[in-house]
């Protein structure tokens, strides 16, 4: 064989092997490719799956904060003062404003599905629908077709004093995030938690008014415990307990009067001494397990200052107009005129730290708690609670009203004035 031919055959078989090797480089990075191509997939579904779960979770967040909002809610879920239709109202607690058989009960409408948008840094688009009137047809939020992250909310029973929150949480999503549409969403998440009422009060007052120091009942006033569970108390006291000839007890059927006066309580009593001030909030955490500022900072409370009678009444009537339930007053309290707070469904807690001062016909559903109080109508009105009224130190009542023990308003209390917390254990993912 000559030297060219030799020459030829080292080409070819160098050309054949740079061949091999370059089908064999060709196929790595094929193979390699393909890995990458599939990596950055798994790595953007798992994005996706992780902001779908967050925003589900923000819905739940969301929905506990609306709850525990009193104010009126608009079709947008913005906060109007026009009426007390509150996001609460609206979707857990349905039948408080029935016109027959209203309840304070948690009764959650199931076939409505509020929610958000996230249009921007801390923006939301919401939207809170109507509750359709049949419970065969569903009522979904309108996000509009903008494709952005949302969630929706639903709610469903657990019993009287609790409910299930179901939240849907989508990525990329044109309309909404519900059951209708869920799967052809860009990225779905859905979990869920339990919520239930933490009572603000801890022991209902067993009589309609309570006193941790002495109590002086004259003009016309009238007490009235027809409560057999309470034994008909009319009054206790931590001290002594007086009252005028026109003063009109009126215990249960077969209990004298007398034996309806409950003075020199040993716990309420040891409860004033240890509080002679009652600047240390004793007697009020015997009754709502916690301190005055405690209750202060409950979301469902709202926190009032007045420097005078008309002072005190517009802001009350303004906050109550606005739907809050609950009141702290950091000023002494005077109401005058003729005005109705609460009812039996909805009663009110008021609180003040300092001294409450009633003339008038104001009449309120509920719990008045005052560190002392002074009832004075000068025959001028006939002031009236239903519920109780509980008082650090002394009570001095002078006037025709009437304090009415009701079991039922001070039941409620619990269910109105209530925050709306996450029970532990409760979330799941489904």
């Given amino acids: 064989m000559d030297h060219a031919t030799k020459q030829r055959q080292r080409g070819a078989g160098t050309l054949v092997l740079t061949m091999l090797l370059l089908f064999g480089t060709s196929i790595a990075l094929f193979y390699l490719n393909r890995g990458l191509v599939f990596e950055q997939k798994t790595s953007a579904n798992q994005i996706r799956a992780t902001t779908a779960l ?28 026009t009426t007390t239709n509150s996001f609460r109202s609206k979707y857990v607690q349905t039948q ?18 509020p929610g958000c948008k996230i249009t921007g840094t801390n923006t939301l688009s919401c939207n809170c629908p109507a509750v359709p009137a049949s419970n065969t047809t569903m009522a979904y939020a309108d996000l509009g077709t903008s494709v952005a992250p949302g969630f929706t909310v639903q709610f469903a029973a657990v019993d009287t004093t609790s409910v299930k929150v179901t939240s849907r949480g989508c990525t990329a999503t044109a309309s ?8 052809t969403a860009d990225a779905t998440a859905v979990i869920e938690v339990i919520l239930k009422l933490r009572p603000v009060i801890r022991a209902v007052p067993a009589a309609p008014l309570s006193a941790g120091g002495t109590v002086d009942l004259s003009g016309s006033y009238n007490i009235i415990n027809s409560d057999v569970a309470t034994g ?39 409860l004033a001494t240890a509080d002679p001030t009652c600047t240390n909030s004793t007697v009020f955490n015997a009754y709502f397990g916690s301190t005055m500022a405690q209750y202060q900072a409950e979301p469902t409370t709202k926190t009032l200052a007045c420097s005078s009678s008309a002072d005190c009444k517009s802001k ?72 109780a009224e509980v008082t650090c130190n002394n009570v001095s009542i002078n006037g025709n009203g009437t304090v009415t023990y009701d079991p039922d308003a001070l039941k409620n209390l619990g269910k109105i004035n209530a925050d709306l917390v996450r029970v532990p254990g409760s979330w799941r993912e489904l």
């Fill in 54 to 81: 967050e925003v589900a979770e923000a819905g739940i967040e969301w929905a506990t904060g609306m709850l525990n909002t009193p104010y009126t809610i608009q079709a947008n879920c913005g906060f109007d003062t």
């Fill in 96 to 113: 408080l404003t029935a016109p027959t058989n209203p309840t304070a009960n948690l009764v959650p409408a199931t076939n409505v599905f």
């Fill in 176 to 183: 909404t995030c519900n059951t209708a549409n869920a799967s």
């Fill in 232 to 270: 008909g108390i009319l009054v206790n006291a931590g001290s002594t307990i007086d009252y005028g000839n026109g003063v009109s007890l009126s215990p249960i059927a077969g209990v004298p009067q007398d034996n309806a006066l409950v003075g020199s309580d040993s716990s309420l009593s040891s």
């Fill in 316 to 387: 009350l009537q303004a906050a109550y107009d606005d739907g809050w339930r609950s009141f702290y007053f950091s000023t002494d309290l005077h109401l005058s005129g003729n005005d109705t707070y609460g009812s039996v469904v909805q009663p009110v807690t008021i609180v003040t730290p300092n001294a409450i001062t009633i003339n008038g016909g104001i009449t309120i559903y509920g719990l008045v708690f005052s560190n002392s109080s002074d009832w004075n109508d000068l025959g001028t009105g006939s002031a009236n609670i239903h519920g």
